[in-house]
C-alpha cells in the first residue's frame, strides 16, 4: 500500500526564547485527518519549536508507516534550510535539522513546502492550545 500523507506543522514560542509548543495535524491524500499533535515544550525558541513540530509529524507519519510525505510549515527559514537555500548557522538548530534529514530518510519521497500562516491555522491552533494549556 502507497500512503502519502501529508503534514501541517507549526511551532511557536511567546517571547523569544520563551513558554512554547508545537502542533501538527496529519491527512491523507484525500484530505482525511489520520492525527493531530499538540504539546507543551517549555522554554524554546520560535525557530526550535518549528523543527520539534515538523520532527513530531514525520515521527507520527513513520509510525503510520507513510511512504511519501509532504510538509508545509509556515516558517520560510526552516523550509528554506530544509530544502539546501540556506545554510543551518545557528548551532541550536543544527541537531534538529539532522533530526529532520534522519527521519526523511524513512521515506522514498519527503517535500517541504512553505505556505502563508493563514493557510496553516489547524497546525498553530494545536500549538497555541498546547501553550494555553500552560499558561
Given at each position: 500500500?502507497?500512503?502519502?500523507?501529508?503534514?501541517?506543522?507549526?511551532?511557536?514560542?511567546?517571547?523569544?526564547?520563551?513558554?512554547?509548543?508545537?502542533?501538527?495535524?496529519?491527512?491523507?491524500?484525500?484530505?482525511?485527518?489520520?492525527?493531530?499533535?499538540?504539546?507543551?515544550?517549555?522554554?524554546?525558541?520560535n525557530?526550535?519549536?518549528?523543527?520539534?513540530?515538523?520532527?513530531?509529524?514525520?515521527?507520527?507519519?513513520?509510525?503510520l508507516?507513510?511512504?511519501?510525505?509532504?510538509?508545509f510549515?509556515?516558517?520560510?527559514?526552516?523550509?528554506?534550510?530544509?530544502?539546501?537555500?540556506?545554510?543551518?548557522?545557528?548551532?541550536?538548530?543544527?541537531?534538529?535539522?539532522?533530526?529532520?534529514?534522519?527521519?526523511?530518510?524513512?521515506?522514498?519521497?519527503?517535500?517541504?513546502?512553505?505556505?502563508?500562516?493563514?493557510?496553516?491555522?489547524?497546525?498553530?491552533?494545536?500549538?497555541?492550545?498546547a501553550?494555553?494549556?500552560?499558561?
Open positions: 500500500m502507497n500512503k502519502n500523507i501529508i503534514i501541517f506543522s507549526d511551532g511557536g514560542a511567546r517571547g523569544n526564547p520563551g513558554p512554547a509548543g508545537i502542533g501538527a495535524v496529519l491527512y491523507d491524500e484525500k484530505k482525511n485527518k489520520l492525527a493531530e499533535i499538540s504539546k507543551y515544550l517549555g522554554e524554546t525558541t525557530n526550535q519549536a518549528e523543527y520539534k513540530a515538523l520532527i513530531a509529524g514525520l515521527k507520527k507519519a513513520k509510525e508507516e507513510a511512504k511519501e510525505v509532504k510538509c510549515l509556515d516558517s520560510e527559514l526552516v523550509v528554506k534550510q530544509l530544502n539546501r537555500e540556506y545554510r543551518v548557522k545557528h548551532k541550536d538548530l543544527a541537531p534538529l535539522f539532522l533530526e529532520v534529514y534522519n527521519l526523511s530518510q524513512s521515506f522514498t519521497n519527503i517535500e517541504f513546502v512553505h505556505v502563508p500562516r493563514e493557510k496553516n491555522s489547524e497546525a498553530d491552533r494545536l500549538a497555541n492550545l501553550m494555553d494549556k500552560m499558561s
